[in-house]
Structures are given as structure tokens and as C-alpha cells.
């Protein structure tokens, strides 16, 4: 076990399972959503369906799994103490769920008061939470890698606030702000500056000891979250004017960046101690490769120009990141974070004569293996559709399928912890 981390800070159960419980449920609605709309719903990233389900993704499904796992993940191995957890949890995760829908409503609608609704719940929501976790990563003197990529990915999420609340009130006011260029920008900074970035900096820590690889090297970890945090705001300066061949070269940069920290994850994956793979590595694996074939295919459309007017380019792309590399990567997360916290929480309650079940057993790894399977067809499926429309249905039940079965799975494994919990409190 990691020799650093800090166990008796660990905050309630609840407080990050009500976050990871609640996430497959925004992917079961992007799923739905594209089951009914069809193949039009793909034919641009600007239609009012594809706009809806890349925020039920992005700010429900994301968004949810991420701010959950910080509550958890910063006390318990950055040290950092969380004013009130509970307290906390409690506000954000209500407010957050409610601001995704009631924002994917606003993109179907196109009414300015759900618009506005949305911004507000979100500036109420994130800002108590950035502030809170922004306070507990201050208080750390430690300037590890880690420490560090917390640290900017929550600025990220911060200017990913900001600009999403400046475009949600100006959609609904009529504003005569330019909305392309703001909603690149704003794109970036919350994929990049606030999802990948903590997606590294989580990583420089967990895939180490969960998977029993090598250590990153130093050079990679510190330099990696400080790259892209450069071609964030090179990228921002669009605002003020540039040409298309800096914003091209802007792109790969960053998603190269992006795919060096992919290639140096695969060869850690490839040397470490235990041979056999499990799902969640597979999860893993699969998040990586998605993300180096992201970096292909950019690098496709800058030799292809063509292809950059193509609107189902955006599309190809977002399916890449949203379900290629987030969804995979927090499935495989959830399931390795998810029985470890239960087997953690009743090993504390057990007496010395009563061992808590095994993590085998709260998500046995035939199930976590049917859902990996289901999870690779309905992105083979989404992926294809982009390009065959008439799939997009079927697409869209797979993917629904998909994420329901991460969260029944997570549920069984809470139904363990209540099970055994109920068991030692009745002394039985």
C-alpha cells in the first residue's frame, strides 16, 4: 500500500458515493437521448441533441465521477483537509445535478430561462466547491507533481466556470458575443485544463499503486499539467486574433502533449509486477489508446484541410475524448476506488475476529468484464455512426446499456457494504 496515504481523514462514504452513483445516470440519458433523435443528432457538434448530450457527458457524467473522487482523493492522499465534507457534498452534488439538466433542457428548448437557471446552479455549485477544495489544496506545503496538477487543474475548471457561465447568459440574453471562438475556448479549458490535467495528476499517484507499475518520471509528471496549461492560454490569445495555422498548431501541440502522457502510461502499463490484466486495467489501456488516437486523428485533419470544414469532424472527436478516454477511464476509477473505500470502511468496523468480504466479491470480474465488452461495442458503435447515421440508434441503446451497467455494478457493491455493515451491527 502507498506509504503516504491518510486514512483517518478519509470522509464519510457518502460523500463520494453519492457523486459516482449518480454519473452513469447523465450517461444513461446521452444514450437514451441519441436512441430517439437518430442519426441527425451527429450530423454537427452545433445541433441542439449533440449539444445536450455533450453536457449530459461532460457536466453530468464527468463532472459528477471527478468532483466525487477530489473529495475523497485530496484528504486521503494529498493530505489536504476538507472543511465539512459532508456539508459540502451535500450542497454541490444536488446543485450540479440539477444545473446538467436543467442546461441539456436549455439546448433542447432553446429557452432563456433554463439558460439562465443553469448558469446560476452552476456558479452556485462549483464556485462553494472550488473554493472549499481550492482552500485544502493552499493549506499543503507539499510541491509534488500531483500536488501541482490538482492545484492548475482546478483553476482549469475554474476559467471552464467562468466562460460556461458567460456563454450560458449570453445564449440567453441574445448577447453579441463571439460565440465560436469563446466556445473553443471553453471547450479546451475543460477538457484540458480541468479533465486531463487531473486525469494526469490523479494518475501519477494511483497508477503506480493500483496497478503496480513504475513510478512517472519526473520530468514527465511535472512537465506535463505546466504544457498544457501554456497551450491553454497561448490558445485563449484567439480572442485577440491570430491565424488559422497558429490555432492548428496550437491543437497538435496540445493534444501531442496529450499523447506523450498516453505513450508514457502504456510502457508503465507494459512493465509492471503483475502480468495478468485485470478490466480496470483494461479500462485504462483503452482510455490511453483513445486518447493517442485522437492525437492521429488531428494530425489527419492537419494534413487534410478539407476535412477540418467537415462538421462531423467536431462529432468524431468528441466522441474520442467524452467516451473513448473519460468514460473508459472513470469506469475503470470507479471500479478499482469503489470496493477499496467499502472493503476500507468495513475493515474499521469489523472487530479482530471478523475479516471484511474481499473486493473480488463486492464486483466480481465477470461483471466488471460483460460491462468492458458492452463498453468497447458501443464505442465501435458510436465511432461508426458518425460516418453511418443509421447506426446512431443503435448506438445510442449501447451506450445507455453501457453506463447502466456501471452504475447497477456499483450499486450491487454498495448493497455488500449495507449488507455486511447491517450484519456487524446486529452482531450476527
Keep these: 500500500m502507498h506509504p503516504n496515504l491518510s486514512f483517518e481523514q478519509a470522509p464519510p462514504l457518502s460523500v463520494p458515493f453519492r457523486f459516482f452513483l449518480t454519473a452513469p445516470l447523465f450517461g444513461v440519458a446521452a444514450g437514451l437521448l441519441l436512441l430517439v433523435q437518430g442519426g441527425d443528432m451527429l450530423a454537427s457538434r452545433w445541433t441542439p441533441g449533440a449539444l445536450a448530450a455533450t453536457h449530459l457527458m461532460a457536466v453530468g457524467f464527468m463532472l459528477q465521477a471527478m468532483c466525487g473522487a477530489l473529495l475523497q482523493f485530496i484528504p486521503v492522499a494529498a493530505g489536504g483537509n476538507i472543511w465539512r465534507p459532508r456539508l459540502v457534498a451535500g450542497l454541490v452534488h444536488p446543485l450540479l445535478a440539477a444545473a446538467a439538466v436543467l442546461l441539456a433542457v436549455a439546448f433542447l428548448t432553446q429557452r432563456p430561462a433554463f439558460f439562465f437557471a443553469a448558469a446560476h446552479g452552476f456558479a452556485l455549485a462549483l464556485g462553494a466547491y472550488i473554493l472549499v477544495v481550492g482552500i485544502a489544496l493552499s493549506r499543503r506545503d507539499a510541491r509534488g507533481a500531483t500536488i501541482a496538477a490538482l492545484r492548475i487543474a482546478l483553476g482549469g475548471l475554474l476559467v471552464t466556470l467562468l466562460l460556461g457561465v458567460m456563454l450560458a447568459t449570453g445564449v440567453a440574453r441574445g448577447s453579441d458575443f463571439p460565440f465560436l471562438m469563446l466556445t473553443n475556448i471553453h471547450a479546451a479549458w475543460g477538457l484540458g485544463g480541468w479533465a486531463l490535467i487531473l486525469l494526469a495528476g490523479v494518475s501519477y499517484y494511483v497508477v503506480p499503486m493500483f496497478q503496480l507499475t513504475p513510478a512517472y518520471p519526473t520530468w514527465l509528471a511535472r512537465g506535463v499539467p505546466w504544457m498544457l496549461l501554456a497551450v491553454l492560454l497561448l490558445w485563449s490569445a ?32 507494459s512493465r509492471r509486477r503483475r502480468k495478468l490484466s485485470d478490466t480496470t486495467l483494461l479500462f485504462f489501456r483503452t482510455a490511453m489508446l483513445c486518447l493517442l488516437a485522437t492525437l492521429l486523428s488531428v494530425l489527419l ?26 468514460a473508459s477511464v472513470i469506469s475503470g476509477m470507479l471500479y478499482k476506488v469503489v470496493p477499496f473505500l467499502i472493503w476500507l470502511h468495513l475493515q474499521r468496523l469489523c472487530g479482530p475476529n471478523t475479516l471484511p468480504p474481499t473486493m473480488n466479491l463486492m464486483i466480481p470480474d465477470r461483471a466488471m468484464r460483460r460491462h468492458f465488452h458492452t463498453h468497447i461495442g458501443a464505442l465501435i458503435l458510436l465511432l461508426a455512426s458518425v460516418g453511418w447515421p443509421f447506426l446512431a440508434r443503435p448506438a445510442g441503446l449501447a451506450f445507455a446499456l453501457d453506463c447502466a451497467w456501471l452504475g447497477l455494478n ?16 446486529a452482531g450476527v
Design 410 to 425: 456499483l450499486v450491487a457493491a454498495v448493497r455488500v457494504f449495507l449488507a455486511f455493515r447491517n450484519r456487524i451491527r
Design 238 to 269: 484567439q480572442l485577440v486574433g491570430f491565424p488559422d495555422g497558429v490555432r492548428v498548431a496550437l491543437l497538435l501541440g496540445g493534444f501531442g502533449v496529450a499523447g506523450l502522457f498516453a505513450a508514457a502510461t502504456l510502457y508503465l502499463q
Design 301 to 326: 485533419f492537419a494534413l487534410q484541410p478539407a476535412l477540418w470544414d467537415d462538421p462531423r469532424t467536431a462529432v468524431w472527436l468528441g466522441v474520442l475524448l467524452l467516451v473513448g478516454v473519460f
